[in-house]
């Protein structure tokens, strides 16, 4: 499979969020909800691509990241309109329930 969401770091979102709306998922290795969401969001960015920048975050690589943006549990969906959060998704979910969310805020 194509991987069409990229890991990048914290100071690279700040970069790019200036630029477009910007779909993050903040993740952890360790954490088994954030490894099942990620083919889901994976596909997702694929079937989105062009409307917005899909990207990872590692909380545990970059810690200010995520406190700076309130993430205290993960997986977190977070999308970037403008330069600030728009809206944020929690935990786990199957596609078509993120796709929905995602075509809110994108």
Request: hydrophobic residues 45%.
């Given at each position: 499979m194509?991987?069409?969401?990229t890991e990048i770091s914290g100071a690279q979102l700040e970069e790019l969020i200036k630029k477009g709306p910007v779909v993050c998922d903040f993740w952890a290795d360790w954490c088994g909800p954030c490894r099942m969401l990620a083919p889901v969001l994976d596909g997702i960015a694929g079937e989105m691509s062009g409307r917005a920048?899909?990207?990872?975050?590692?909380?545990?690589?970059?810690?200010?990241?995520?406190?700076?943006?309130?993430?205290?549990?993960?997986?977190?969906?977070?999308?970037?309109?403008?330069?600030?959060?728009?809206?944020?998704?929690?935990?786990?979910?199957?596609?078509?329930?993120?796709?929905?969310?995602?075509?809110?805020?994108?």
């Open positions: 194509a991987k069409n969401v920048t899909f990207v990872k975050v590692d909380v545990d690589a970059n810690p200010e990241a995520a406190q700076r943006y309130g993430v205290m549990s993960i997986p977190n969906v977070i999308v970037f309109r403008d330069g600030v959060p728009a809206g944020n998704h929690l935990g786990y979910v199957p596609a078509p329930t993120l796709k929905a969310f995602l075509e809110k805020y994108i």
